[in-house]
T-cell receptor
Framework: QKEVEQDPGPLSVPEGAIVSLNCTYS??????FMWYRQYSRKGPELLMYTYSSGNKEDGRFTAQVDKSSKYISLFIRDSQPSDSATYLCAFGGSQGNLIFGKGTKLSVKP | SAVISQKPSRDICQRGTSLTIQCQVDSQVTMMFWYRQQPGQSLTLIAT?????????ESGFVIDKFPISRPNLTFSTLTVSNMSPEDSSIYLCSARLAGTYEQYFGPGTRLTVT
């Protein structure tokens, strides 16, 4: 079983749709959970991070963590063409370095 | 948050030569990292840059090929030595903000080896 699994997509949605991006993990030692957004030819941008199970909301974005199921999600409401990017989940533990998913490429069509 | 700059942003190099990439952070950070990203792929950690001591390398990466320096808390360099076309990739500097688990990335250095 891979340590982190993320559907690579690509995922194409119409403008205004609700987008759900998901990752599963197997390592119970992960303590913090992050989502990065990466535009083409740019570095990853930290979008959201959380340390506990539950939901965390920031504008149109909601990060959800379910530690019992080892599952995290990122929801994007009212998606915009500017949300078109690759989204990477990342997991961290006591060792300090992050473990990344493969990334999901999202395209929001106007 | 932290703003990370990298120089150069891109370069085209000949086989057998070396390139040094510089990374500067504008905030207090604890850990600094170097990653490699192949086009369309996820990030692979090369090493953790340690201030005042040798970097900690991941499996498959060695100091002779990727020497790393971190002379102070906010600056690090990565050298790609004796380059071959297989080293063509994007190299990303990253740093963790002091007192948090937040990790930020630079814009990357796009390296092409001919």
């Amino acid at each position: 079983q891979k340590e982190v699994e993320q559907d690579p997509g690509p995922l194409s949605v119409p403008e205004g749709a609700i987008v759900s991006l998901n990752c599963t993990y197997s390592n119970s030692a992960f303590q913090y959970f992050m989502w990065y957004r990466q535009y083409s030819r740019k570095g990853p941008e930290l979008l959201m991070y959380t340390y506990s199970s539950g939901n965390k909301e920031d504008g149109r974005f909601t990060a959800q963590v379910d530690k019992s199921s080892k599952y995290i999600s990122l929801f994007i409401r009212d998606s915009q063409p500017s949300d078109s990017a690759t989204y990477l989940c990342a997991f961290g533990g006591s060792q300090g370095n992050l473990i990344f998913g493969k990334g999901t490429k999202l395209s929001v069509k106007p | 948050s932290a703003v990370i700059s990298q120089k150069p942003s891109r370069d085209i190099c000949q086989r057998g030569t070396s390139l040094t990439i510089q990374c500067q952070v504008d905030s207090q950070v604890t850990m600094m990292f170097w990653y490699r990203q192949q086009p369309g792929q996820s990030l692979t950690l090369i090493a953790t840059a340690n201030q005042g001591s040798e970097a900690t390398y991941e499996s498959g990466f060695v100091i002779d090929k990727f020497p790393i320096s971190r002379p102070n808390l906010t600056f690090s360099t990565l050298t790609v030595s004796n380059m071959s076309p297989e080293d063509s990739s994007i190299y990303l500097c990253s740093a963790r903000l002091a007192g948090t688990y937040e990790q930020y990335f630079g814009p990357g250095t796009r390296l092409t080896v001919t």
